[in-house]
């Protein structure tokens, strides 16, 4: 009888035992099975987007990591719609002069490296001889890189013609004239007045 009792216990302990191996095996197999790959797919996900993020955010900026007065060009149009009559790389940043397709003269600033626009207001300057040029400001300084192969730090639609400052790859600026109807060069000189934040406008294309 006390044989047939041990025996008795000595299998129930042992199915005890095996049960709860076996829910802790399933549980460890149910809880692990598809956790790590979800997580690793999760992780992978999250580590692409944040590495396409900058890549993004630096389009439109030269090497010398400075936005292209293209690219805030057409970031000012793309934020305003209308013409940019001027763009000047001055105090850290691009500010940008647009006649709004609203009749109202905007001043946009945008950064200086990624071309992203910052702030924005009315300006109500009397400007209105200059809205509606044949040759746009994008136009203008393809032909002021074509003359002086550099950077454009500024180009403005004044007196007619389109002025350009461009600093040449050895440091020399020089300012170019563009006809405003056949976007031709008219002119180019050294200019010798340095700007008035020097060392902020100098960065290569």
């Known amino acids: 009888?006390?044989?047939?009792?041990?025996?008795?216990?000595?299998?129930?302990?042992?199915l005890a035992a095996g049960g709860t191996a076996t829910g802790v095996a399933l549980a460890d197999g149910g809880g692990s099975g598809s956790s790590?790959?979800?997580?690793?797919?999760?992780?992978?996900?999250?580590?692409?987007?944040?590495?396409?993020?900058?890549?993004?955010?630096?389009?439109?900026?030269?090497t010398g990591g400075v936005a292209t007065v293209d690219a805030v060009v057409r970031s000012a149009e793309a934020y305003e719609p209308g013409t940019v009559t001027s763009a000047e790389l001055d105090h850290g940043?691009?500010?940008?002069?647009?006649?709004?397709?609203?009749?109202?003269?905007?001043?946009?600033?945008l950064d200086r490296r990624t071309g992203k626009v910052v702030s924005?207001?009315?300006?109500?300057?009397?400007?209105?001889d200059r809205k509606g040029a044949p040759v746009t400001a994008v136009r203008a300084a393809a032909a002021a890189r074509g003359a002086v192969p550099g950077t454009v730090t500024s180009v403005e639609l004044d007196n007619g013609r389109w002025e350009a400052e461009v600093t040449a790859h050895n440091g020399a600026r020089?300012?170019?004239?563009?006809?405003?109807?056949?976007?031709?060069?008219?002119?180019?000189?050294?200019?010798?007045?340095?700007?008035?934040?020097?060392?902020?406008d100098g960065a290569d294309d």
């Not at 009888?1 to 042992?14: G, L, P």
């Not at 924005?120 to 209105?128: A, K, V």
């Not at 109807?181 to 934040?197: A, F, I, M």
């Open 174 to 200: 020089h300012e170019v004239y563009i006809n405003l109807t056949t976007g031709k060069v008219t002119s180019e000189h050294l200019n010798r007045h340095q700007h008035d934040v020097d060392g902020d």
């Open 1 to 14: 009888m006390k044989r047939n009792y041990v025996i008795a216990c000595v299998a129930a302990a042992a």
């Open 36 to 62: 790590p790959a979800a997580t690793s797919t999760t992780a992978s996900a999250r580590a692409a987007g944040t590495a396409s993020g900058p890549a993004r955010a630096s389009s439109g900026s030269g």
């Open 120 to 128: 924005s207001r009315q300006d109500g300057g009397d400007q209105d």
């Open 93 to 109: 940043r691009w500010e940008v002069d647009l006649y709004g397709k609203d009749r109202v003269w905007h001043e946009i600033h």
